[in-house]
């Protein structure tokens, strides 16, 4: 993934949460149970904390760095983890609890990836 791309996915997957966010907290509030809007926060902080994760991914990679894979593994794990949080406390269908784990090894993979990465010497 090129440095812009992961910085633009990183910036806009940032605001969606923010947007997520106000929406859980607002338009929400009131309609689900204590737990329903747990599980949506946990699926916002967890975009949060991802999307500036992808945000760094893209800032190491203008620096040399090799990132691709991780910021791939992060994008893939918030669409997975928080996509089928949001799904599954907006739609009720529970069986998307089940693949909700595949998103949170996904994101431990692009942190190991990340952890992993280093300089691209040719690049330099």
């Not at 910021?71 to 269908?93: E, I, P, Q």
């Not at 529970?94 to 784990?101: S, V």
């Amino acid at each position: 993934m090129r440095s812009t791309t992961s910085i633009r996915l990183g910036a806009a997957l940032g605001a969606l949460a923010v947007v997520a966010g106000a929406f859980g907290a607002h338009a929400l509030q009131g309609r689900l149970d204590d737990r329903a809007l747990q599980t949506f926060e946990v699926a916002v902080r967890y975009q949060t904390y991802h999307a500036l994760a992808l945000v760094l991914c893209g800032l190491l990679a203008e620096r040399g760095w090799r990132t691709a894979g991780a910021a791939r593994a992060l994008l893939a794990g918030v669409l997975a983890f928080s996509g089928t949080l949001y799904a599954l406390v907006l739609t009720g269908a529970k069986w998307l609890g089940a693949i909700t784990p595949i998103g949170g090894v996904l994101l431990v993979v692009g942190w190991v990836l990340l952890a992993l990465g280093r300089r691209d010497e040719s690049a330099a």
